[in-house]
């Protein structure tokens, strides 16, 4: 028998012993300031990864690591693709489960990935942070609820409500700046979709304003 030589990759992740997203902030009663943090840190990962020319295609909550209580990470790139110089989108060609509540609409109709699609996802993941992962908010639960069921007629269904501009709903207590940035990840166009450095500098302005709030709470308190 001759022996053959297997190459195989190895992908070598930081260990972070506090979980994604999804299992710490139903845990932990943050404010929104917080979750902004979260969410800017999220966006600035992602341009790096842009930059790289590189798709992640499974942003979601899940996918998001805990360092510490001011620091998170993307992580899980199973599904990422690299978009070649002068290309703009990726088509899946292969079969297998996908997270398509989480998923474009271009990537439900034609398989067609591409950096605005993320962008639609991170709108998803952002909704996640601002019902802090309740799994009664979840983005599956949501669409259920639409009257989308699970099986094989799921993508149409999710499609034809899509198609009917049917977005997840403003999450409570979430400004109504951030719900407008949400609306414009999920836009129908990808070329009207922001990208994620402008994401991160708008999330930055809104929660330095939160951040603000309590100290002037407590200036006023002291000038009485």
């Given at each position: 028998i001759q022996d053959i030589n297997i190459y195989m990759k190895t992908l070598i992740m930081e260990?972070?012993?506090?979980?994604?997203?999804?299992?710490?902030l139903p845990k932990h009663r943050l404010g929104?300031?917080?979750?902004?943090?979260?969410?800017?840190?999220?966006?600035?990962?992602?341009?790096?990864?842009h930059s790289k020319r590189y798709i992640h295609r499974d942003l979601a909550a899940r996918n998001v690591l805990v360092e510490n209580e001011g620091v998170v990470k993307i992580g899980d790139f199973?599904?990422?693709?690299?978009?070649?110089?002068?290309?703009?989108?990726?088509?899946?060609?292969?079969?297998?489960?996908?997270?398509?509540?989480?998923?474009?609409?271009?990537c439900l109709k034609e398989s067609k990935?591409?950096?605005?699609?993320?962008?639609?996802?991170?709108?998803?993941?952002?909704?996640?942070?601002?019902?802090?992962?309740?799994?009664?908010?979840?983005?599956?639960?949501?669409?259920?609820?639409?009257?989308?069921?699970?099986?094989?007629?799921?993508?149409?269904?999710?499609?034809?409500?899509?198609?009917k501009h049917r977005r997840l709903p403003c999450p409570r207590d979430c400004p109504h700046e951030v719900y407008m940035l949400m609306e414009q990840c999920w836009d129908f166009s990808p070329a009207q979709r922001p990208e994620f450095r402008g994401l991160a500098e708008s999330l930055e302005e809104i929660?330095?304003?939160?951040?603000?709030?309590?100290t002037v709470r407590l200036a006023q308190i002291n000038h009485r």
């Open positions: 260990y972070l012993p506090l979980g994604s997203l999804r299992e710490y929104i300031a917080q979750n902004l943090l979260f969410a800017q840190q999220i966006c600035q990962g992602m341009d790096y990864l199973g599904l990422t693709k690299y978009i070649p110089e002068g290309e703009i989108y990726y088509r899946v060609r292969e079969d297998g489960d996908s997270p398509v509540f989480w998923y474009a609409i271009e990935f591409s950096f605005s699609s993320d962008v639609w996802s991170f709108g998803v993941t952002l909704y996640e942070i601002l019902t802090r992962c309740d799994h009664r908010q979840s983005p599956p639960t949501v669409r259920q609820m639409m009257g989308v069921v699970q099986g094989q007629m799921t993508v149409m269904k999710l499609i034809n409500l899509l198609e929660r330095r304003s939160y951040e603000q709030q309590p």
